[in-house]
C-alpha cells in the first residue's frame, strides 16, 4: 500500500510564502511524475506544477514565477514553495504521484490535501 502525506499548509498573509511537502511511502519501485493541484470551493481542481524524476518541470500561468516544485528522489518527497502568495491562491493543496510499486505496477496515487489560506 502507498500513501502520500502532506505537510505545511496554513493560513498567511497576502504577499508571504509557505512550503509544502509531500512524502510518499510504502512499497515503492520507483516514483515517476510528480505534482501539485489545488482546489478552491465551487472551483475544479486545477494542475498548478509537475515535475519529472530527473527534475523536468512545468508550471501553469497562475503560478510561474511565484511558485517553485522540487523533489527530493532519496525521500521520495515532493515540494511546492509559494511565494507572494495571493487571496486568490486560496484552496486545498493536494499533491500527486505516478508511483510504481514493487510489484512493477504503476498506479496514480494522490495525497489527502492540506489547506492554504491567504489573507489580504
Known amino acids: 500500500q502507498v500513501q502520500l502525506v502532506e505537510f505545511g499548509g496554513g493560513l498567511v498573509q497576502a504577499g508571504g510564502s509557505l512550503r509544502l511537502s509531500c512524502a510518499a511511502s510504502?512499497?515503492?519501485?520507483?516514483?515517476?511524475?510528480m505534482g501539485w493541484y489545488r482546489q478552491a470551493p465551487g472551483k475544479q481542481r486545477e494542475l498548478l506544477a509537475v515535475i519529472s524524476s530527473g527534475g523536468s518541470t512545468n508550471y501553469a500561468d497562475s503560478v510561474k514565477g511565484r511558485f517553485t516544485i522540487s523533489r527530493d528522489n532519496a525521500k521520495n518527497t515532493v515540494y511546492l514553495q509559494m511565494n507572494s502568495l495571493k487571496p486568490e491562491d486560496t484552496a486545498v493543496y493536494y499533491c500527486?504521484?505516478?508511483?510504481?510499486?514493487?510489484?512493477?505496477?504503476?498506479?496514480?496515487?494522490w495525497g489527502q490535501g492540506t489547506q492554504v489560506t491567504v489573507s489580504s
Open positions: 500527486n504521484a505516478d508511483i510504481m510499486t514493487d510489484n512493477r505496477v504503476s498506479t496514480n496515487y
Open positions: 510504502g512499497k515503492i519501485f520507483r516514483i515517476n511524475i
